[in-house]
């Protein structure tokens, strides 16, 4: 299977830096896999968990939202909060939860983005629960 | 001629201020090379977002172009957010930035602008609020931190886009020294809103891309996200300016001290010699007088 060039980065660090064979990308409108010749493509994500598969293994991470870009021969991924699944500790996903709830809140007191706010909010909480289990 | 103890206070007054400007230049020295770790970690993911903004917005300009890319249409009402330390003692730092921020406003408030004032770090804030005080709306207080993360841009920048969705002003301009080296920082004005490619930035080929959910929603997603990732860059960029500033003051202090001591060194031995001799010459003047 072809590689291609994956790249995970937050603001404060860069994650991965790997060559890869398949992405799972929790997309916005929905999962996607992206591998080798995708359709170049630009993505926001929503909070959810990063599949990264190349030929030493697969690799998971937590992300709580961002974009990615996807072109045929690289797969960009910038994540505003991310973490490997490993150092997903409960204290962290419960800090990520509170914050996506204060996000939240805030939305509904000011009356903007209220719905985006909310599916960020249940899907912060999805993750969270999936990744402690 | 002074006499001997005041010198020898004089000397071990300056040796002590030696001693505390070379911890201090010591302590930012580390502080330095952590300040620009972290800058350089941010790098990569500020060049991937200015790549794709560019490309975005070449695209997305024109008509119905969302008012933080295209605008508001005037210019009247300027924001400038001046980011300077929390913490004197690194040199011109922080006057450097302030400087420069109140050549701006001065020149905005002569061409009939409204200018508004956000410092972040007090430093700032003591340096232009007696010439510009009465503009002031707000200050970020980020004392209490200790190591800046995008949380804290992403609480300036909620704060700069909640003012401007209320149409508080048009453009935004942040003030940041950028860091060079240890021994030079580049006081530095960067329009944030509306958003500006900044130079040297090169825009992604002119790919087609598909965009999911649509070109519009991911622009609207990252545009607040490209102030705040413009302000997380610049108070790296700060953050590592400062601690080098103040490495290379302290580093001046230390060495004036050094000069200092050696002066007083030579004058205390002096003085020391003057009085001995002057001991000598009235013993010898009383036994001739014998």
């Known amino acids: ?133 | 001629m002074p006499n001997l103890k005041d010198l020898k206070n004089r000397i071990s007054s300056v040796k002590s201020t030696r001693k505390i400007t070379k911890a201090m230049q010591m302590v930012a020295a580390a502080k330095l090379r952590r300040a620009q770790e972290a800058a350089e970690m941010a790098r990569p993911y500020t060049e991937r977002f200015n790549s794709v903004m560019a490309g975005l917005a070449a695209s997305a300009s024109g008509e119905g172009a969302p008012k933080l890319l295209a605008g508001t249409g005037s210019d009247d009402t300027h924001l400038l957010v001046v980011m300077t330390a929390e913490r004197g003692l690194c040199g011109g730092f922080n006057s450097n930035i302030a400087k420069l921020a109140k050549s701006h406003a001065a020149d905005l408030l002569a061409q009939g602008k409204t200018v508004k004032i956000i410092t972040v770090g007090k430093k700032g804030r003591d340096a232009i609020r007696r010439d510009l005080g009465d503009h002031f709306v707000g200050h970020v207080d980020l004392s209490e931190v200790k190591r800046v993360g995008y949380d804290n841009a992403q609480d300036i920048a909620r704060d700069v886009l909640a003012r401007f969705d209320a149409g508080e002003f048009d453009v935004a301009t942040i003030f940041y020294a950028k860091f060079v080296n240890v021994v030079s920082q580049i006081p530095t004005a960067q329009q944030i809103i509306p958003f500006e490619v900044p130079e040297g930035t090169q825009a992604d080929d002119s790919t087609l891309y598909d965009y999911e959910p649509s070109e519009e929603a991911i622009l609207a997603d990252l545009l607040p996200r490209g102030v705040a990732t413009q302000i997380f860059a610049a108070l790296l960029e700060n953050g590592a300016s400062e601690q080098g500033a103040r490495m290379s003051a302290m580093d001046n202090a230390t060495r004036n001290a050094g000069e200092m001591i050696d002066k007083l060194t030579i004058e205390f031995n002096r003085s020391r010699q003057a009085v001995i001799t002057n001991e000598l010459i009235e013993i010898i003047s009383g036994a001739e007088a014998l």
């Not at chain 1, 404060?12 to 493509?41: W, Y």
């Not at chain 1, 960009?76 to 490997?84: N, Q």
């Not at chain 1, 914050?99 to 939240?104: D, G, K, M, R, S």
């Not at chain 1, 909310?118 to 899907?123: L, T």
């Open chain 1, 1 to 133: 299977m072809a590689d291609f060039k994956f790249d995970l980065v937050s603001p404060e660090r860069r994650l991965a830096e790997l060559d890869a064979t398949e992405v799972q990308i929790p997309g916005a409108d929905g999962d996607m896999t992206a591998m080798a010749d995708h359709a170049p493509t630009i993505t926001t994500l929503r909070p959810g968990i990063l599949k990264v598969v190349h030929s030493g293994g697969t690799e998971e991470f937590v992300v709580s939202g961002g974009f990615a870009e996807i072109t045929a021969n690289s797969v960009t991924v910038l994540a505003e909060k991310a973490l490997p699944r490993s150092e997903a500790t409960k204290e962290r996903m419960d800090k990520l939860v509170e914050e996506a709830t204060a996000a939240h809140e805030a939305a509904k007191a000011s009356g903007q983005g209220v719905d985006e706010a909310d599916q960020v909010r249940n899907a912060m909480v999805e993750v969270a629960s999936h990744v402690m289990l």
